[in-house]
């Protein structure tokens, strides 16, 4: 997992694997602020992003996921998004509902030890496959968040 923010994009990108740098700076390519909600293509299957209105909800409404395929970067771009990560032994939980042979997601039980961070407009993630996190979480009151998920292929870290 890695947090960051776009006001230090210049200095953090040096430390991403040159994929993350690519999705992130295809997003400055269009104004996410004005574009609908949906899903875009940058490469096919193998990198996109959806940009999603949501509505946060109370951490214990919300489930913790993972992913088998696909990397995770969530930004932020309106409101604020509470995140709970835990450590990627978490995953060796038995899931609650296993969808990654057709959705690329499970859900699963809140895991010991997990640790929160809210992202606020401008901020970002980086889940890894595998690692645990879990989005959507309010602070303090529901609130609207517009946000844009990329999912990068883990096929492609190997390029």
Not at 31 to 51: N, W
Not at 99 to 121: C, G, Q, Y
Not at 123 to 145: S, T
């Amino acid at each position: 997992m890695f947090i960051g923010d776009l006001r230090h994009w210049d200095e953090q990108k040096s430390f991403l694997p040159p994929v993350f740098v690519r999705a992130i700076e295809a997003l400055h390519e269009g104004d996410l602020l004005a574009m609908p909600a949906d899903r875009y293509e940058i490469d096919g299957d193998t990198l996109f992003f959806m940009i999603q209105d949501v509505k946060t909800r109370p951490v214990g409404q919300q489930r913790p996921e993972a992913h088998r395929r696909y990397a995770d970067i969530q930004l932020v771009l309106t409101g604020v998004e509470r995140y709970g990560v835990a450590q990627h032994d978490a995953v060796h939980l038995p899931p609650i509902e296993d969808m990654r042979d057709t959705h690329d997601i499970a859900f699963f039980p809140p895991p010991k030890n997990e640790a929160f961070f809210d992202l606020e407009p401008g901020m970002y993630a980086v889940f890894l496959p595998g690692e645990l996190h879990r989005p959507c979480c309010a602070v303090g009151e529901p609130g609207e968040v517009r946000k844009v998920v990329v999912k990068v292929d883990r096929a492609l870290f190997e390029k």
